[in-house]
């Protein structure tokens, strides 16, 4: 029961949340007194949030997970876990979480209250309309993101917030064309919004916001007013990994029929590697 109980948590889940740290990092305040350790503070507190939601989403599908080719192992779907003690894991993170928050401010618990509000809503409604699934999905990464904006008391930029609108999308969806392919013809049978895709229609979609993606981190690496700001002209230097990762994303997705976010990233070595010298570019411009 117990490491059927931290299944349903799904800490690999939990490297989407390095989002909340974005802003700590272009924000500069990575060696300011207390900084760091706020923004991983909200990073485990939205951890514990997105377990929270994970659960609940978990209880609310599992006859349909059932008869998934993937998800029918889980510990609620296959019946190891039962509805009651999984409802009250839900409640017992949710709770913890908010009061994780309280050490952040009011600005902070409105954050992450919003964020359980929409994972609710997304379980419950959202994800069988189709793009506003996709969109809510957007919107759970740009809370996280603008939680650890206030946890470090920067604010959100708009170059921030569409780069992260953007990338969150593209994951989104590409997650959606995974589950098509997988799924094949009983697509519609497992989730009605999937019979409303259409792999041609995702593929088309994914290359736009790809490009897309790729054009705005361009443009805010070019931005004078970007230079100025974080005192460095030659951002543009880690956009060749930012290209490199979302186009081996992209072939990920089509050659091997992937596209769930955090199986990934966990599983391709060119990937990961295309990801640590992002950030090492980074680092080494924004602090060397």
Known sequence: MASDLLSLLRPSQWIKNAFVLAPLVFSQRIFEEGRAGAALWACLAFCLAS???????DI????RDAVHPLKRDRALASGRVASRPAYALTGVLALVSLAMARALGPGFIAVLGAFLALQVAYSLWLKEAVLVDATAISGGFLLRTLGGVLAVGARMSAWLFL?????AMFLALAKRRHEIVLLGSGAEQHRGVLGRYSATLLDQVLT?????TIAAYTAYSMWPGVAEKLGTTRLYLTVPFVVIGLLRYLFLVHGRAEGE?????LADL???TSIVLWLAAVFALLYG
Request: charged share 5%; proline share 7%.
């Open 208 to 212: 736009v916001l790809a490009a897309t």
């Open 270 to 272: 060119p990937l990961q």
């Open 163 to 167: 780069c992260t609108f953007l990338l």
């Open 60 to 63: 609310i599908d599992r006859q």
């Open 261 to 265: 976010p955090t199986t990934v990233l």
């Open 51 to 57: 377990s929270a939601s994970y659960v609940f989403n």
